[in-house]
């Protein structure tokens, strides 16, 4: 039986959280942390209780990483089981991760910097996750919201072949578009969508490239769908999956149009989503009322003010320790002794565990595992290197449009796009600044392999170059940023479900001592990230999951009425 069937006394480790760029900035970190050893020793108890729980935060190989998700997983145990002892390890010296919000002193005032995430979705039922969280953590007024009717909003660009191509809005808007370069071929495509013949039954999956091309066209491919994947996974869309990336889609081909189901009020929700809207809805009228009408949202002291509540939130409580500057580097498991975890950090004391979540990145986790319980599926997740470059002038209004910012498709040519740069964000048009503030997005999938980079002087050049190119910027930037994101993004390629799958029946291996959860598994936005800790603490304390990746056997979709 599962041996966590009555979750008793617990004592929880959660090593995890943020820690700040690295390698190419405006000014170098080095940390020195303490290498540590984390040893699985598995106990069953007679009663099936559960004596500690080990949550790693998300290990990468080089520098550093987000970790929103082993704050939250922390957060959560600490909501839903107060008497265990929660243990957060996080080997930087820093919590708060890719939401990592830089404060620079100028001639304005304090101009803020985001070097990872900025922007939060609310309306998907993961966004109600977060919701929740940021009114239990009381940060309603911190909250900037940006509204559906904004230029932030409304206005999205596409830079293609070689001008910004502002993107219709509404259907209307596309059927009166057709000379825009980047919509050319998009409505023949839309209107054979429902007339293509369905995969054959044995296609499992396949790129999001081949997918659309084969659904709709090559252009629609290349040019609009390839952008989008830019600004999210920064991507590219002939390894991305589209089972992944696309449930809903991938499943209404079964049925026939994409186009159709599309149009059909009918959405497609798994039950887990059906249980999370329904038990989320009724705790957040009132904060769910404010946000009515928002696009997306961030808060006044940025991004990071939600990372920092968590910690301090979690300060307070009697039963965590955060622990900083402690590395976690392999993890024993003596199956046959039946002892919880040990843990060993800095100066080598072990410490005890039960049990283990890890929010690491797969990869990264793997490495820890002994061998013999090793998963190539984990060991799959390949993530990309994001150069992001934060510019700021000091004469207002100086972009020649208004808008969330432009993506630039793979399909763009060479000569236009040298820097290999994804997107830019006009950022000042998201939350309030002095001047005008952007952030430029180089690397993703085209520096796949790479294992150089330009420095902080070069990727500032190819910036202020691209900026210069595309939107006619000449002033010099009063304040420039320049953060290496390195492996910041994983990448959801082909057969990703199928991999997590079998990752899921590897971990079963640990007999439920063992669960994961964060960015390299079931989406990469935020509120995915603190959905799957919240699913992950849930599933632990109620013994209904055994690693974190059970949805993935056999996903039960629900089409709503
Ligand atoms: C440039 C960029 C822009 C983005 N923009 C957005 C956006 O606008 N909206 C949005 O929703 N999402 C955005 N994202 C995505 C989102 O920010 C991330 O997916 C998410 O923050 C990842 O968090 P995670 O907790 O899943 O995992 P991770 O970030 O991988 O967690 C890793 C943690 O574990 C710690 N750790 C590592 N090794 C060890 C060890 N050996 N021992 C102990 N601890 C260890 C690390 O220091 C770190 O703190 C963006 C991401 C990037 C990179
Ligand atoms: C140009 C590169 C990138 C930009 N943002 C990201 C990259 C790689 C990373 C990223 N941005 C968002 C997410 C979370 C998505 C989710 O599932 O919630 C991630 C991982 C948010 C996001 N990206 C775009 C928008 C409009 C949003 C916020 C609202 C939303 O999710 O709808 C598209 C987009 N990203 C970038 C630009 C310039 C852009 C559109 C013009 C930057």
Not at 189 to 212: M, Q, Y
Not at 380 to 389: E, G, H, K, M, R
Not at 540 to 548: K, R
């Amino acid at each position: 039986m599962h041996p966590m069937v009555k979750p008793q006394k617990h004592r929880l480790l959660i090593p995890s959280s943020l820690s700040p760029a690295s390698s190419v900035r405006s000014s170098r970190t080095t940390h020195s942390h303490r290498q540590t050893s984390l040893r699985y020793l598995h106990r069953t108890t007679p009663t099936g209780t559960i004596e500690s729980v080990a949550v790693l935060g998300s290990l990468y190989t080089s520098c550093m990483c987000g970790g929103i998700t082993g704050l939250s997983a922390a957060w959560y145990l600490s909501k839903l089981a107060p008497s265990v002892p929660v243990t957060l390890y996080e080997k930087l010296d820093r919590l708060g991760g890719w939401l990592h919000t830089k404060r620079v002193e100028s001639e304005d005032g304090i101009i803020q910097f985001e070097q990872g995430p900025r922007t939060i979705r609310p309306w998907t039922v993961s966004g109600l996750v977060t919701i929740d969280m940021i009114r239990q953590l009381d940060l309603e007024k911190e909250l900037i919201l940006i509204s559906k009717n904004s230029p932030a909003a409304k206005n999205r660009f596409i830079y293609f072949p070689d001008r910004l191509n502002q993107l219709p809005n509404s259907l209307l808007s596309v059927l009166l578009s057709p000379n825009l370069p980047v919509m050319k071929g998009v409505l023949s495509g839309v209107l054979a969508e429902p007339f293509r013949k369905r995969r054959p039954a044995d296609l499992t999956d396949e790129s999001v490239g081949s997918f659309i091309s084969r659904r709709f066209n090559k252009a629609l491919a290349n040019n609009l769908v390839s952008a989008g994947l830019h600004g999210i996974y920064a991507g590219d869309i002939d390894q991305l999956s589209a089972k992944s990336l696309f449930p809903r889609f991938w499943m209404a081909e079964e049925h026939g149009s994409l186009i159709r189901s599309a149009l059909s009020n009918k959405t497609m929700e798994t039950e887990g989503d059906q249980t999370t809207r329904a038990e989320l809805r009724d705790d957040n009228v009132g904060i769910c009322g404010r946000m009515e009408g928002t696009s997306v949202y961030s808060f006044k002291n940025g991004i990071e003010t939600l990372s920092l509540a968590l910690a301090r939130d979690l300060e307070k409580s009697p039963n965590v320790t955060i622990k900083t500057g402690a590395k976690l580097d392999n993890i024993d498991y003596v199956k046959t002794q039946g002892l919880p975890i040990n843990i060993t950090e800095g100066t080598n004391k072990a410490a005890s565990y039960s049990h283990v979540i890890s929010t690491l990145f797969a990869p990264s986790l793997n490495s820890l595992l002994p061998t013999p319980l090793q998963s190539p599926s984990l060991a799959s997740v390949q993530a990309v290197t994001v150069l992001v470059v934060n510019l700021y002038y000091r004469t207002p209004n100086l972009l020649p449009v208004q808008g969330f910012g432009y993506l630039i498709p793979r399909s763009v040519p060479d000569s236009e796009n040298p820097e290999k740069a994804l997107g830019v964000i006009f950022d000042s048009d998201t939350t309030p600044s002095p001047g005008t503030k952007v952030t430029v997005m180089m690397g993703g999938h085209y520096w796949q392999g790479r294992t150089s980079y330009p420095d902080q002087h070069e990727a500032v050049k190819m910036a202020i170059t691209l900026l210069q190119r595309h939107l006619r910027i000449t002033e010099t930037p009063a304040l420039t940023n320049v953060t290496l994101q390195k492996d910041c993004i994983p990448q959801y390629t082909v057969g990703h479900d199928e991999r997590m799958e079998t990752a899921h029946e590897d971990l079963i291996g640990f007999n439920g001592r063992l669960s994961v959860a964060g960015n390299s598994y079931s989406g990469v936005g935020l509120n995915d990230c603190v959905r799957s800790a919240r699913d992950v603490v849930k599933g632990l304390l109620s013994g209904s999951s055994l690693t974190g990746l059970d949805g993935f056997k056999d996903k039960q979709w629900v089409s709503l009425k």
